[in-house]
């Protein structure tokens, strides 16, 4: 049979666009605007799912955003809010935690043996023995609600925004839509938040009046300029105003996370309403009296035929007028306000079927709605540091005094008509919008770049609003009997009297021992039960026990969100689309995207080693350093020496952190009187920049150094072979590369293929005689294309950065970060004829000093495998021999096509160092191989022929 | 997120700066012994009260500045500094 009302019932569907959807498999119809929940309400489907622990059959309880028993999956994701998801055409629904079905549970079994899953049930009986828990895990985990996760979901598509309004609301009640509208009017640029999917808050179950006044309130938002965020949640307010935003109604996205910096927030999150304590409250058929009125005013569906209403404010007696409305025969109504009560509800397994009075009358029925009181989510307002007080007036807790940057309005603050509602909220927008000015003021007179500021500061508006009343309301918690306090983690008030009894004082304590509040809806509906439980079980006031302190999130945001869109930045070189066009194999390095090889590394090392080749080195990091005061710069920040370095020279340094580790090396060249280019590593170069600052603007501010980072400005090629000379001579008319006028470690300005002001200098990372040319970015593909032709009868090839790591290590060169690691100090490295103790200062210096003093520091070593054709694992452990004591390790270790064998370099302690030692390494595979330390680092022309020919 | 208000960019995100901890002297590398190093390398003062930070500007303008901070308020202020007048904040941004 159809529970769905006619219309004008129902404002919020649209009953001329019909939906097909299924319900564990059922096919059923239900109308554009509804909800899941409200869907299969109108269709007679009142059970939506089981609880948490005791597996009881559950509907729907408040028919909002917080209705806690009503998670569904739909098609491949769990946990859907089924009272909040809007209804989409197609949607394969199903009930969760329930097996084999919903209407046949055979968990529910747990409901017999409810006395032994009390509070700390399992705290208590699964603490020993230990060895027990992999077993007690692998059942448990079939109890543990939710649904079911498919692990071949596609990628979503999420997002991020950064925002900066003047004020944002946090929600769009009447309170928040009139102060969004009036701090608009005052010419805020304002973010209206609202976490159900219109605006009108309460208004929308109201009277028609309510109505009409919701939507004229949006209306005017809308035409003021507001950004009207609906199906968003507010979801955390920190410091300075920083406020993160869930959207799950933005386009093309599945939720978006919006970081708003607001001058002002003004929070109108309106109340929640209590579930009542009694025996049998979650009965499916027993609601609040909001959820009821929402049902029929805006989804025009029938929550049943003959109602009992509990009521105590005039939310119940509105209830009772909506139900008449919609044709539900009224079989009682019970008023707190007169001292009537209810004790318990009773039913058949799935629906409510009789109330018990106080007076000990029983009344038939299949409804019972409940109306006893509110709750203030203060959730914002906590972030912000206030510490709500509880009015036992007016049964429910207050804002203290939030910060000033922070203002509450509507339901949060006090009681009133719509009319003085409004009032209030547009008082509120005024007042954000004024405070916003201040607060913008200053921001712009802080800001030394930013346009003057016009005048003085604007004086900071002082809060006049004159205060909403509050209602006088009865404390109503609990009847006679224990009933359900958290529905979505079970959790009953004899559990929390339980929890009180052995000792839990303290609701932050009972609070994490029951997990009462803990659940998907944050505490919304439950904590003030919680809070009035403990002070009964302890014969306190409210008030005296206090409230549970409310942390981000508002409500739940899903993990996506948080994490964006997938987005990793890289770089390439301008020569990449050469690369990719002739074959290269990319490797992603750092940050930079690389060409690997072109095929064959091995063979690139060899025609480079025979002929000549050449290497997109780009990445290498690169500053320009200009200023009288550069040497005094280099001196501190390098082992070695630098005050006496020519025009023309170029220099290897070493630099320390103050710790005395390894932090980078490069090359430095002086191309002019006060004009230096450094090289840094690649993975270096961000790091080097912000050091050289560092030392610059605090500990010597005096100097007069400029620096400026050109690793892309210029594109870097390693010419390298013993044809470079020849190669690069076809080049350049103006740079004299003969060996005695342009020698190893100097460098030269000139013209290269046409362009002018390159950079040369004569270094030898691969060991062979090599210019590396630093050429303006904009002309690299033109010079890169006349190394190749002009080289063609040398045997020019390219090469990548596996054949270049190749060559390094056949000549020993360590490479920071890879043969070093964060507990490598600088003698380490072996290169302590570097390392100058005698300059008056340099970064790490001490440290290095003590080191060098005490010997104890483990050193790089160059070591070949005695089977030449085994190449160790990197990070392969050195052990002594025979025994498990590492001793060592293998930092790099390569194939070496030119000497046809392994080669490795590894750090060992200093008794394993000396050359000739035979090393016992542990491979991956568990066998051990022997391997002998060389006597010199580099395994191929130690003598350096090759690089200084 | 706490704004920090750089001296040239203004109020700026702390998580657009580099915190680079607590203000302290570096000791004089060629005199100072082990302990006073590794003081300074390691040890911090910690206090529940004003405390004197480095920050870096390193999205903007990469200036390094100073700023006194209350650890439990969060309340920031210029700090007085040699060769510095004392004056207005830089900025209360609240």
């Known amino acids: 049979m159809s529970y769905r009302l006619p219309a004008p019932l129902g404002n919020a569907i649209d009953r001329s666009s019909a939906i097909s959807f299924t319900w564990n498999g059922k096919k059923l119809k239900g109308f554009e605007g509804d909800t899941i929940a409200s869907a299969l309400l109108a269709n007679g489907e009142h059970i939506l799912g089981r609880s948490m622990k005791y597996h009881r059959p559950r509907g729907v309880l408040t028919a909002d955003f917080w209705d806690p028993n009503t998670t569904v999956q739909v098609d491949d994701e769990p946990n859907v809010r089924a009272s909040h998801r809007k209804l989409a055409d197609g949607m394969a629904v199903s009930a969760q935690n329930v097996w084999p079905s919903l209407k046949f549970d055979v968990k529910a079994a747990n409901g017999l043996v409810g006395r032994f899953l009390t509070a700390g049930f399992y705290y208590k009986t699964f603490m020993k023995p230990a060895k027990l828990w992999p077993t007690y895990e692998h059942v448990l985990a079939k109890f543990a609600p939710g649904g079911a996760v498919d692990l071949n979901t596609p990628h979503g598509r999420y997002d991020k925004r950064y925002a900066h309004p003047d004020v944002v609301v946090a929600g769009g009640g009447p309170s928040g839509m009139a102060a969004a509208l009036a701090a608009a009017e005052a010419g805020s640029s304002v973010m209206l938040v609202e976490h159900e999917h219109q605006l009108g808050g309460h208004l929308l179950w109201g009277s028609d009046d309510d109505q009409v006044a919701a939507t004229e309130l949006a209306a005017s938002c809308e035409a003021a300029g507001v950004e009207i965020l609906s199906n968003s949640t507010v979801a955390g307010r920190y410091e300075d105003n920083w406020i993160s935003i869930s959207q799950r109604n933005h386009p093309g996205v599945i939720e978006r996370l919006i970081k708003a910096r607001a001058k002002t927030l003004v929070v109108a999150a309106g109340t929640i309403e209590r579930p009542y304590v009694f025996q049998g409250n979650d009965l499916p058929g027993v609601m609040t009296s909001g959820g009821a009125q929402r049902l029929i005013r805006m989804y025009g569906v029938k929550p049943g035929t003959r109602a009992v209403v509990f009521t105590a404010n005039e939310s119940g007696d509105s209830a009772v007028e909506a139900l008449q409305s919609a044709g539900i025969s009224i079989a009682r109504v019970v008023d707190a306000r007169s001292g009537e009560g209810i004790t318990s509800a009773s039913g058949s397994k799935s629906r409510v079927k009789r109330v018990t009075l106080s007076d000990g009358a029983t009344v038939d029925c299949d409804l019972l709605v409940t109306a006893v009181g509110w709750t203030t989510p203060t959730s914002l307002l906590n972030m912000a540091g206030d510490r709500p007080v509880y009015d036992a007036d007016a049964a429910r807790f207050f804002p203290a005094g939030p910060p000033d940057n922070v203002l509450a309005t509507g339901g949060m603050v006090g009681d009133g008509s719509r009319n003085e509602l409004i009032a209030h909220g547009r008082a509120t927008g005024e007042l954000a919008a004024g405070r916003a000015v201040v607060v913008r003021h200053r921001i712009q007179a802080a800001t030394a770049r930013a346009t003057p500021v016009d005048g003085q500061e604007p004086d900071y508006p002082a809060d006049e609003r004159t205060p909403l009343d509050r209602a006088r309301h009865p404390e109503v918690y609990r009847s006679t009997t224990h009933g359900i306090v958290d529905y979505s983690e079970d959790v009953s008030s004899k559990d929390l009297f339980s929890a009180a009894g052995e000792g839990f004082d303290s609701v932050e304590l009972i609070k994490r021992f029951t997990t009462a509040t803990m659940g998907p809806s944050q505490g919304k509906l439950e904590t003030v039960n919680t809070v009035a439980m403990l002070a009964e079980a302890r014969n306190e006031t409210i008030a005296e026990v206090g409230t549970t302190m409310w942390r981000p999130p508002y409500a739940p945001i899903s993990l996506g969100a948080l994490a964006g869109r997938i987005n990793e930045p890289t770089r390439v070189s301008v020569l990449q689309s050469w690369h990719e066009a002739n074959g290269a194999t990319p490797i992603l390095a750092g940050q930079w995207v690389r060409p690997e090889h072109y095929g064959d590394p091995a063979a690139e090392v060899l025609n480079t080693r025979t002929n000549v080749g050449i290497i997109d080195v780009t990445p290498l990091g690169k500053l320009d350093l200009q200023g009288p005061d550069v040497p005094k710069l280099l001196s501190l920040l390098y082992t070695n020496k630098w005050m006496a370095l020519p025009i023309g020279g170029v220099r290897y340094g070493l630099m320390c952190a103050e710790d005395g580790v390894v932090l980078d090396d490069g090359v430095t060249a002086r191309l002019d009187e006060e004009h230096y280019l450094m090289t840094t590593t690649s993975s270096g170069a961000a790091k080097i920049w912000h050091w050289i600052e560092m030392w610059l603007q605090t500990e010597h501010p005096d100097w007069q150094v400029h620096v400026t980072p050109v690793t892309t400005g210029l594109t870097s090629i390693n010419i390298a072979g013993p044809n470079s000379r020849e190669l690069l001579g076809r080049l350049t008319d103006d740079i004299d590369l003969d060996p005695d006028a342009f020698p190893y470690m100097n460098v030269r300005r000139g013209t290269i293929a046409g362009v002018e002001n390159c950079i040369a200098w004569r270094i030898g990372f691969t060991g062979e005689l090599s210019y590396e040319i630093h050429v303006p970015s904009g002309h690299a593909v033109h010079v890169w294309g006349q190394l190749l032709e002009q080289g063609a009868d040398l045997g020019v090839k390219a090469f990548g950065l596996e054949a270049q790591r190749i060559m390094r290590l056949e000549k020993g060169h360590f490479i920071v970060g890879q043969d070093t690691d964060g507990l490598s100090k600088a003698p380490v490295t072996g290169l302590n004829p570097l390392l100058k103790l005698d300059k008056d200062d340099w970064a790490g210096m001490p440290e290095v000093a003590w080191t060098i003093e005490s010997g104890d520091h483990p050193v790089i070593v160059a070591c070949q495998p005695d089977n030449g054709s085994v190449v160790p694992e990197e990070a392969a452990q050195i052990l002594r021999a025979g025994t498990t004591e590492i001793v060592g390790r293998i930092t790099s270790s390569r194939m070496s096509p030119t000497l046809n064998r392994s080669i490795c370099l590894a750090q060992v302690t200093k008794e394993f160092a000396t050359p000739g030692t035979s090393l016992e390494v542990l491979l991956v595979s568990g066998e051990r191989i022997t391997a002998t330390v060389q006597e010199h680092h580099a395994h191929f022309d130690p003598e350096g022929a090759r690089l200084r020919g | ?94």
């Open chain 2, 1 to 94: 997120m706490l704004l920090v208000p750089c001296p040239h960019c203004g109020p700026m995100n702390a998580g657009d700066l580099t915190y680079n901890g607590e203000s302290h002297r570096r000791p004089d590398p060629k005199t100072c012994t082990p302990k006073e190093w590794r003081t300074y390398l390691y040890l911090r003062e910690n206090p529940s009260g004003w405390l004197l930070e480095n920050w870096y500007c390193s999205s903007g303008c990469r200036k390094h500045f100073k700023i006194e901070r209350h650890t439990l308020t969060g309340e920031l202020r210029a700090p007085v500094l040699p060769g510095r007048k004392p004056g207005a904040t830089q900025g209360d941004m609240k």
